[in-house]
């Protein structure tokens, strides 16, 4: 094996393992209460999701503020956020049209 094929090999693992170590992990606390004895559900990931950009900003100043609420039932909290956060942030979907061409 030459030189170039073992450093884009190795390349390719340090990129890997990059990857995976940034994957998200189970959420032991999703399912149960929080404090106020509440779950949160697909409306409040939702609106979690569109006021994303401005906790976001306030949680870079203040431990009180998380971005996410981690007492959740699951997928469709998951599924709130990301559709709130697409719906504020742009979501890509001007985007995927592309520019017409005018000849």
Same mark, same amino acid.
Not at 55 to 82: M, P, Q, R
């Given at each position: 094996? /030459?030189?170039?094929?073992? +450093? @884009? *090999? !190795? &390349? ?24 106020? /004895?509440?779950?949160?559900? +697909? @409306? *409040? !990931? &939702? ?32 599924? !709130? ?23």
């Amino acid at each position: 094996m /030459g030189f170039q094929k073992a +450093f @884009w *090999l !190795g &390349l390719v693992c340090v990129a890997g393992l990059l990857l995976v170590g940034c994957a998200a992990g189970p959420n032991a606390l999703a399912h149960s209460a929080g404090p106020d /004895g509440r779950i949160a559900g +697909f @409306w *409040l !990931g &939702l609106w979690h999701g569109f006021i994303c950009p401005v906790t976001f900003i306030i949680s870079l100043f203040s431990d009180k503020v998380h971005l996410y609420e981690v007492h959740n039932n699951g997928g469709w909290y998951d599924f !709130g956020f990301v559709l709130g956060a697409c719906m504020i942030l742009g979501g890509g979907g001007k985007s995927a049209c592309g520019k017409k061409s005018t000849a």
